[in-house]
């Protein structure tokens, strides 16, 4: 009698804790989401990404498809470097700030400046001519400062005036400006799609 009680209880602990797992291993298909609780009610938050959507380009030939393609291509290879650019004027602003004076400032900005040209020189030299223009107006875009204004501002007016001159023989400035809903919307309009990882 014994073992038969003990027969059956163990396998009623065997059965119940089979069911057990196969409970447990029941999949919850869906998706766990931030939420927020307005007037007693929890509600989902989720924030969408935001997506670009312009009137479809029409090109009136050929050549014109073309300069666009060839836009896309070279903001896509001239936005990366504008925006190390950016972030290197900040961290360098910022670290300039906590030096104590000018002799150890300008000691920090030679060994920017080496730096940059130990790192950017190679990249510079492989751009077009017109990757390096776009180039210009890029870095406008992201500091909301021309390049001669940048490098006037860390180097000095006579380093600013030396990288003026030498952009101008190639057809260049370093004054020029972005203008985002003018001369350079069609520009930002292929900068915002290739952000967004649309382009």
Known sequence: MRKRIYYIVSLLIISISLYGQEDSSEKIIGYRVPAIVYDGDTIPNINLPVVYIFKPLIFKNNKQRKEYNRLVRDVKRTLPIAKDI??????????????????????????????LKHTYTPKMKKLTLNQ????????????????????????????????????WMFGASLKKEYDPTGADVLTERVVLLVENGQL
């Open 132 to 167: 390096g223009k776009l180039l210009i107006k890029l870095v406008y875009r992201e500091t909301n400062s021309s390049s001669y204004e940048l490098v006037k501002a860390f180097f000095g007016p006579l380093r600013a005036g030396s990288y003026q001159v030498f952009a």
């Open 86 to 115: 950016n972030s290197i004027i900040i961290e360098t602003y910022e670290y300039l700030q906590t030096l104590p004076n000018e002799k150890e400032r300008q000691k920090h900005l030679k060994n920017v400046e080496k730096d």
